[in-house]
């Protein structure tokens, strides 16, 4: 059967097949930003099928219903009062099949027909293919693999003020970098938000009040505001954040390791400003978005290089101490957060 082509891999490839199309017979979806991974599907679902005979021609599989047999069934099956089939395969790592399997797959995929479009799809299983597996390799790799990553904070702001316009609503840019920064910046945990927000604000103009009161900032967030409220001197606020967390049910190690971190980036980026560098020094380095880069400087200019490294020394041994002492966890978080403020306080 002739062959239709496929197109080259990327989110970029995806939208213009999409726009021209001509989508390909084979696709691997993955990546952090779920959000857009379920829009671009839906893209296709729409563009493939018709509601009348979806039942008919669209097949998903998953790891409760998926087996070789079924899944060429599936891809096999002619378009019923249709001209295509789209067979979705959620969460299968194909390179973990058995030899015997695999040599099955492979088969499958390099010959799909030109009626069938098929998608693997990433989301609760890591992708992680193996390259080692040549033909296996080869196969997927004809196909089309979309990463779905994070966007950057430029296109989010965009995004979320799009979404709010839609709602009736105003947003400032700096309270679109607020919004982005407490929800951790995925599309999946803005879109939420933002329906929260907007059904909780009584007024066009969303005010930074509206955002504090109906989100839950991610860990990182809110260790991220306690460590900026050490820098500023305000300790007992810096405590309060602390209390929040722990209000929030977060594990004492896993707040320890976001403190850790945060200070960590800190570290480097009094180093950055020791050298003569700037926040898009510290981005690069850290991979850091704009924001939190600046905020991170920022917080770096008030800390010295000693203090630095004795929060280093006081992270290390309270992470000790919950490993090997049988004090309270939360009780040696409180401690280290007003070591540091003693710290901070004497420069």
């Not at 199309?21 to 084979?26: F, I, T």
């Not at 990463?147 to 904070?153: H, I, R, S, V």
């Not at 050490?230 to 209000?247: E, I, N, P």
């Not at 600046?294 to 200019?301: P, V």
Request: with cysteine; aromatic share 8%; proline share 3%.
């Amino acid at each position: 059967m002739a062959k239709k082509p496929t197109p080259s891999t990327g989110l970029q490839e995806l939208k213009a097949a999409l726009k021209s199309k001509e989508l390909g017979r084979l696709y691997f979806f993955h990546g952090e930003e779920v959000f857009l991974l379920h829009h671009y599907l839906g893209q296709m679902k729409k563009q493939l099928l018709d509601e009348l005979t979806e039942s008919f021609n669209f097949h998903r599989l998953t790891n409760e219903s998926f087996d070789i047999r079924s899944f060429a069934d599936a891809v096999e099956n002619l378009p019923m009062m249709a001209e295509h089939t789209l067979v979705q395969v959620d969460d299968i790592d194909l390179f973990k099949l058995n030899e015997g399997d695999r040599t099955k797959i492979i088969d499958i995929l390099s010959d799909i027909p030109d009626y069938c479009t098929v998608v693997f799809t990433y989301i609760t299983a890591p992708w992680k293919p193996d390259k080692r597996l040549k033909k296996l390799w080869e196969a997927v790799e004809a196909g089309s693999i979309v990463e779905f990553a994070k966007q950057d904070q430029r296109d989010l702001v965009a995004w979320v003020s799009r979404h709010f316009a839609a709602r009736g609503k105003r947003i400032s840019t700096d309270l679109c970098i607020y919004l982005i920064d407490i929800t951790g910046g995925t599309m999946t945990a803005l879109s939420g938000e933002i329906d929260k927000i907007c059904a909780f604000s009584g007024i066009p103009e969303i005010k930074k009040s509206d955002i504090d009161a109906v989100t839950e900032p991610v860990l990182d967030a809110v260790v991220f505001q306690m460590t900026d409220l050490l820098s500023a001197g305000r300790y007992d606020q810096a405590l309060l954040k602390l209390q929040q967390l722990l209000k929030m049910q977060q594990e004492p190690l896993a707040i320890l390791g976001a403190v850790g971190g945060s200070f960590r980036r800190i570290a480097t980026a009094r180093t950055l400003l020791d050298s003569g560098k700037n926040a898009s020094d510290l981005q690069k380095l850290c991979g850091l978005p704009d924001y939190p880069a600046r905020k991170t400087m920022e917080a770096a200019r008030r800390f010295s290089a000693d203090f630095c490294r004795k929060a280093s020394v006081l992270v290390l041994e309270t992470d000790y101490n919950m490993k090997t002492s049988y004090d309270d966890p939360e009780r040696l978080l409180e401690l280290l957060i007003l070591q540091l403020a003693q710290e901070a306080s004497h420069g």
